[in-house]
């Protein structure tokens, strides 16, 4: 299992954020400056977050980002759900709603797998963005 630099890069700038005042917008810019992030790239990561609800876009002069719920209701899944599209390690349905997989209905592995997906699903429902705020 590899963490994409989305979910790093994603990670790192919803701490900066969530440290910032929740009643004055923050700019991408100054979080990929304080972060050492590209800023374009971060603008594409923050408008995916956008359309998940973690963030909301301020526009005009002073615009800018703020936190759309609290550090405490946003888990590392959720991040990730956000900026990569989903936490399976291995996906078997979708596997086999694609016809990528011709042993999928006599595979000794699938439940493995299933099992595997809910342990990393539940574990990183365990961690929210408040967990890194303390460190």
């Given at each position: 299992m590899?963490?994409s630099i989305?979910t790093?890069?994603?990670?790192?700038a919803?701490q900066?954020l969530?440290?910032?005042?929740?009643?004055?917008?923050?700019?991408v810019?100054?979080i990929?400056?304080?972060?050492?992030?590209?800023?374009k790239?971060?603008e594409?990561l923050f408008?995916r977050l956008?359309?998940?609800?973690?963030?909301n876009a301020?526009k005009?002069?002073k615009?800018?980002?703020?936190?759309a719920r609290e550090p405490?209701?946003?888990?590392?899944?959720d991040?990730?759900a956000?900026?990569?599209?989903?936490?399976?390690?291995?996906n078997?349905?979708?596997?086999?709603?694609?016809?990528?997989?011709?042993?999928?209905?006599?595979c000794?592995?699938?439940?493995?797998?299933?099992?595997?997906?809910?342990?990393?699903?539940n574990?990183l429902?365990?961690?929210?963005l408040?967990d890194?705020?303390k460190?």
């Open positions: 590899k963490i989305d790093d890069y994603s990670l790192r919803l900066e969530a440290k910032q005042d929740r009643s004055v917008p923050y700019s810019f100054k990929a400056q304080k972060r050492n992030i590209p800023n790239y971060l594409k408008r956008k359309q998940a609800g973690i963030v301020i005009g002069r615009g800018g980002y703020k936190m405490e209701k946003i888990t590392v899944k991040i990730i956000a900026v990569d599209g989903r936490t399976h390690i291995h078997c349905e979708e596997r086999k709603n694609q016809k990528l997989c011709e042993f999928i209905d006599q000794t592995f699938q439940d493995f797998w299933n099992d595997f997906n809910t342990h990393i699903d574990f429902d365990t961690y929210t408040a890194f705020l460190k």
